[in-house]
């Protein structure tokens, strides 16, 4: 009977601890690069915590399957290989910060939870507004415009960047830059063929980069070993 009792208790210290380390919790600020460890067999969640919500994921989909869900304003995402040690996606949230999420994979870990907290309350700036009301072609166009030129259209915040997207094995692709109002986000992406052979690119191939893609561009179409060209999307949140 003595014997019952321990074995029933070390199950429950066990339960207790593994809980414990199922949540996970981090300060972040813009641009930040959160590493954090999850299961491999199961989703995990990661969400932003009080008011804040999460309106957005995008990564390999070769590499791991995300899951948003726009009402509760969450990420359910694992990786699709149970043989995959490491998988990186970007989460936008309501006040269209953008947070690097590096996950280390684990199978002896349970579903493992993540939630942000800014580190800084943000305040819209109401210049931000016009943009619903103007013409939607002509926004995504001015965006566009504005990225090829190197300048933040009137409204919009400019960020540089200098993150490294996993997608192709021929293709090394950065994110350079990040325009964002409060309907639009701009993607400045540099891609450099790394591959020995000569590679097309057409601008349907990027429509499925990530959620709310409703515009590509490109600065060049064919890139031998060694070139490079801009890529530019434009996205929507709202």
């Known amino acids: 009977m003595k014997n019952l009792v321990k074995y029933t208790f070390i199950l429950l210290v066990s339960a207790v601890c593994q ?11 813009d641009g930040d690069v959160i590493e954090i460890s999850v299961a491999s067999h ?12 999460l309106i957005g994921a995008r ?17 359910l995402f694992k990786p699709k290989s149970s043989l995959t ?20 994979v684990s199978p002896h870990l349970p579903p493992q939870t993540s939630s942000l907290e800014p580190k800084n309350k943000i305040i819209k700036q109401k210049g931000f507004s016009r943009f619903k009301t103007q013409p939607y072609l002509k926004s995504i166009k001015q965006l566009l415009k504005g990225m090829a030129l190197g300048e933040a259209p009137s409204g919009y915040l400019y960020q540089e960047k200098d993150d490294g997207v996993p997608l192709w094995k021929e293709t090394k692709i950065t994110l350079k830059a990040l325009y964002r ?19 097309r690119l057409n601008e349907s191939e990027f ?5 709310g893609v409703k515009a590509v561009a490109l600065s060049l179409h064919q890139l031998r070993k060694g070139e490079s060209a801009f890529l530019y999307i434009v996205r929507k949140y709202q």
Do not use: C, W
């Open 207 to 211: 429509m499925g980069f990530g959620d």
């Open 19 to 29: 809980n414990s380390l199922a949540a996970q919790s981090y300060k972040v600020d």
């Open 42 to 53: 199961e989703f995990n969640r990661i969400a932003m915590k009080g008011e804040t919500k």
């Open 181 to 199: 109002s409060d309907y639009l986000e701009g993607d400045v992406y540099v891609l450099v063929n790394v591959s020995d052979k000569p590679m």
């Open 59 to 75: 990564g390999n989909k070769k590499e791991e399957e995300l899951k948003f869900d726009s009402n509760l304003g969450e990420v």
């Open 85 to 104: 040690n490491k998988i990186s996606f970007f989460v936008t949230d309501s006040n269209h910060q953008t947070y690097t999420v590096h996950a280390k």
